[in-house]
């Protein structure tokens, strides 16, 4: 159990659901998301590709398209109840509370600006007005996110840097607000493993440093166990189990979670084990159906919860865990 466990959550989320309108008529993407997440807590979010991790993530932040998506529930950010936020709001929700980085961060930085140009900036946002000073943080951001010879960085342009350099620049841009809660959707999915294992440990030691509750989104199991404190595990809309990364990986409860884990080859907690990707289309866990996301969860722990799985047809009371 992590130490931060005992801390009063930064992020509620409270029986979230999200509809997108398609043309096809609306299309439930999360149906009752109930999570919370502490100051330095990491807490990953798994499940294979359309479960709903990107939805999620971006809903913090309501980034998706407003015309076309339906909010019910709530978004607590340290007291700011996120789904009541006028428009007008929102852009000081966004990278001053909440701040999201991505699996492609050419998409988050802009080809024809200079890192500098794009940092500053993103210092100025945060309220620093002396040049000098947007220069000094500027610089000490490069620095704690690891990037050598700063100065010169700041001059270069996106394409002049690998891309495990590219996901430092746009976690430096990241901080540069300093968020409460930092939500990184698949930001090494991109890279080779040994930049992937550095920039694993540079967010780490930032959730420590500074305090900031990460939300981390994979579906590499060996990645969730490697970083993170607490697991919740995604399948169609619905979070069927959450727990510390051991309750998880020891003790996995509901159906889906032990067909993830099954390609796992000893459910022992060794961490030096190679463990497995999660790939669409997977059989394990799918024959379980839903009505909706307001199935109940058993407590299995005090940190430890799974959904309770609905009674087969002609059967009486939910089918033992
Ligand atoms: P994940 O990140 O886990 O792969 P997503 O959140 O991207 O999942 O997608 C969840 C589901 O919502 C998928 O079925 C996807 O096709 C659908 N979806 C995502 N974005 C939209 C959108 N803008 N409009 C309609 N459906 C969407
Ligand atoms: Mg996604």
Known sequence: MSEH???APILRIDNLSVEYDTDEGSFAALRGITLDVAPGEILGLVGESGCGKSTLGRSLLRLNDE?????????????????????????????????????????????????????K?????????????????STSLLEQVGLDEPERRLQQ????????????????????QKPKVLVADEPTTALDVTTQKQ??????????????ALIFVTHDLAVVWQLCDRVAVMYFGIVV???????????????Y???????????????????ATIERGRDDGQTVSWEDGSVRFERISDTHFAR????????????KL
């Open 257 to 275: 979670t032990r067909g993830l884990l099954s390609a796992v080859p000893s459910l022992e907690t060794d961490k030096s084990r190679p463990m």
């Open 67 to 119: 015309a076309a998506t339906t909010y019910r529930g709530s978004i607590h950010i340290d007291g700011t109840e996120v789904l009541e936020l006028s428009d007008e709001a929102l852009p000081s929700l966004r990278g001053s509370e909440i701040a999201m980085i991505f699996q492609d961060p050419l998409r988050s930085l802009n080809p024809v600006f200079t890192v500098g140009t794009q940092l």
């Open 199 to 212: 920039i694993l440990a540079l967010l780490r030691q930032l959730c420590i440093d500074l305090g900031m």
């Open 157 to 176: 342009y996106p394409h002049q840097l690998s891309g495990g350099q590219r996901q430092r620049v746009v976690i430096a841009i990241a901080l540069a």
């Open 5 to 7: 466990d005992t801390r």
């Open 241 to 255: 189990e959450h727990g510390t990364v051991t309750d998880i990986f020891d003790q996995p409860t509901h159906p």
């Open 308 to 319: 309770a799985v609905p009674a087969a047809p002609g059967t009486e009371g939910a089918a």
């Open 121 to 137: 900036n993103a210092v100025r946002l945060g309220g620093i007005t002396d040049q000098r000073a947007i220069h000094e943080e």
